[in-house]
């Protein structure tokens, strides 16, 4: 069982940046691909950006440019910087860990942008 803790969600203003930190429990951390998924309201959950193993990255279109995935297997924590923020931004972000197969999913944390 893979435990996942996000945190750093907050409100803030169009243009601005915050960075998600998520904390995940487990020995083998640096063997997961780990990513961030949103849920905006009314919207399914989507990709937003995913690190593999050795750190190759992937974004869809929407965020390509503004937003960062990174992790430190040390801390055993994941990492995504968002810049350039937007109001259709708004969303819960949750982390998704697969581990061998296995898919594991934070609780979420809510960004907002708005002025």
């Known amino acids: 069982q893979v435990q996942l803790v996000e945190s750093g969600g907050d409100l803030v203003q169009p243009g601005g940046s915050l960075r998600l930190s998520c904390a995940a429990s487990?020995?083998?951390?640096?063997?997961?691909?780990m990513s961030w998924f949103r849920q905006r309201p009314g919207k399914e959950r989507d990709l937003v950006a995913s690190?593999?193993?050795?750190?190759?990255?992937f974004y869809p279109p929407s965020v390509k440019g503004r937003f960062a995935i990174s992790r430190d297997n040390a801390k055993n924590t994941v990492y995504l910087q968002m810049n350039s923020l937007k109001p259709e931004d708004t969303a819960v972000y949750y982390c998704?860990?697969?581990?061998?197969?296995?898919?594991?999913w934070g609780r979420g944390t809510q960004v907002t942008v708005s002025s």
């Open positions: 690190i593999s193993s050795d750190s190759m990255t």
């Open positions: 487990g020995h083998t951390f640096s063997s997961y691909v």
């Open positions: 998704n860990a697969n581990a061998f197969g296995d898919t594991f």
